[in-house]
Structures are given as structure tokens and as C-alpha cells.
T-cell receptor
Framework: DAGVIQSPRHEVTEMGQEVTLRCKPI?????LFWYRQTMMRGLELLIY????????DSGMPEDRFSAKMPNASFSTLKIQPSEPRDSAVYFC?????????????FGPGTRLTVL | AQSVAQPEDQVNVAEGNPLTVKCTYS??????LFWYVQYPNRGLQFLLK??????LVKGSYGFEAEFNKSQTSFHLKKPSALVSDSALYFC????????????FGIGTKLQVIP
């Protein structure tokens, strides 16, 4: 299994531009999580999907952020318009079907720099 | 609300010595507890978890953690540290009664000195 796949691995953009981050969870996993990691705030949960349905988006910082999961094998996190303070590493993680106590499997992350 | 505290930003230990990375938690019900490790420029990687049963949990790479309900702690331990253990360690908790939202601590940087 290739694990959780994220693209791009690095993204450099200018303030005001739209940014789309992509995630392919591990096949068979039914939960998907988007996190943001910064030195100042650590690891923050942005949004969580279960069976492609958003369950908790309380961590999405503001309306500029949106996430979708059109099917079980793909999710996107979009920032429009982007701002310098959005610069961070964004992680996608998935968790398997079944028991509620399972660990999460993290992708390699997307390092976003907004100039 | 659930929360996790990792009181040490950094832990330094000499190679071959035992190591401990501290974690305390707060949940409204019974906890599920996890430890993850993050190497530079990588995603988090699962180490071990406590769900129920024995308070001492063994995980990957020789790590173990002890669940202490009275002290609401779940400290990570290893009898003999390796230089390759140097990384960022995260404790995480979720409420057994809740859905899968997990709260992570701020992380502790472990530095093993040769």
C-alpha cells in the first residue's frame, strides 16, 4: 500500500491566489482528517470526514478555507484567497473502517508558503 | 472538552540512558490514548495506543507507555535511547464515547546525545 498520498509536496504562491491541496487516503479507510502544523500553534485539526461526509469543521479558521470529499478516494482543501499567515504544513490523515479507536495514518504533508 | 498537555518542549538524554516523555490528559469519559512520532519533513507516525486492559502498553521501536488513571498521565518510555530516536513526539487523546476526533499535544522534541 502506498499510504496516504498528498499533492503537491511543496507550494509557493502569492497572497490572494487560490491554493488547492489534494489527498488520497488509504484504500478502505472511511475517515479522513485535514490538519495544519505551525511552530506557533502546533498541530491543529481543520476538518474531519466520515464516509465522505464532513462531521466536524469547527477547526476551519475562516470562510477562506473549504474542504470537499467527493468520493472515498479523494479530498481537497482549498484556500481562496490565500494570505501569508496561511503558510504552514498541511497534513491529511486517514483512519480505517470499523472500530472507533484506530490510529490515524498521516500523509507526508504539503508545505505551503504564501508570499 | 478533551485536552492533552506535554509539559516539556524538549527532552535531552544521553544515548543508552532511559528516556521519558511526559503527557497528561483530560477527557470527560474514558480515554483512548496515543503516541505518535514525527521525523523531520515527514508526517506523523503511529507508535502505540492505550484502549483498555494492561496499563503498560508496548509499541514500535522498543517504546512503551504507562497509563495512570489516577494521575491522568500516559508517559512514553524507552529503557535505552538511540540517537535515531531523536524526533518530535506527540501525545493524543480522544474520548471513548465520542467520534474519531483526536486532540494532539503540542509535541516534545527528543534529542538523544551520542
Amino acid at each position: 500500500d502506498a499510504g496516504v498520498i498528498q499533492s503537491p509536496r511543496h507550494e509557493v504562491t502569492e497572497m490572494g491566489q487560490e491554493v488547492t491541496l489534494r489527498c488520497k487516503p488509504i484504500s478502505g479507510h472511511n475517515s479522513l482528517f485535514w490538519y495544519r502544523q505551525t511552530m506557533m500553534r502546533g498541530l491543529e485539526l481543520l476538518i474531519y470526514f466520515n464516509n465522505n461526509v464532513p462531521i466536524d469543521d469547527s477547526g476551519m479558521p475562516e470562510d477562506r478555507f473549504s474542504a470537499k470529499m467527493p468520493n472515498a478516494s479523494f479530498s481537497t482543501l482549498k484556500i481562496q484567497p490565500s494570505e501569508p499567515r496561511d503558510s504552514a504544513v498541511y497534513f491529511c490523515a486517514s483512519s480505517p473502517r470499523g472500530a472507533n479507536n484506530n490510529e490515524q495514518f498521516f500523509g507526508p504533508g504539503t508545505r505551503l508558503t504564501v508570499l | 472538552a478533551q485536552s492533552v498537555a506535554q509539559p516539556e518542549d524538549q527532552v535531552n538524554v544521553a544515548e543508552g540512558n532511559p528516556l521519558t516523555v511526559k503527557c497528561t490528559y483530560s477527557v470527560s469519559g474514558n480515554p483512548y490514548l496515543f503516541w505518535y512520532v514525527q521525523y523531520p519533513n515527514r508526517g506523523l507516525q503511529f507508535l502505540l495506543k492505550y484502549i483498555t486492559g494492561d496499563n503498560l502498553v508496548k509499541g514500535s521501536y522498543g517504546f512503551e507507555a504507562e497509563f495512570n488513571k489516577s494521575q491522568t498521565s500516559f508517559h512514553l518510555k524507552k529503557p535505552s535511547a538511540l540517537v535515531s530516536d531523536s524526533a518530535l513526539y506527540f501525545c493524543a487523546v480522544r474520548d471513548m464515547g465520542g467520534y474519531q476526533k483526536v486532540t494532539f499535544g503540542i509535541g516534545t522534541k527528543l534529542q538523544v546525545i551520542p
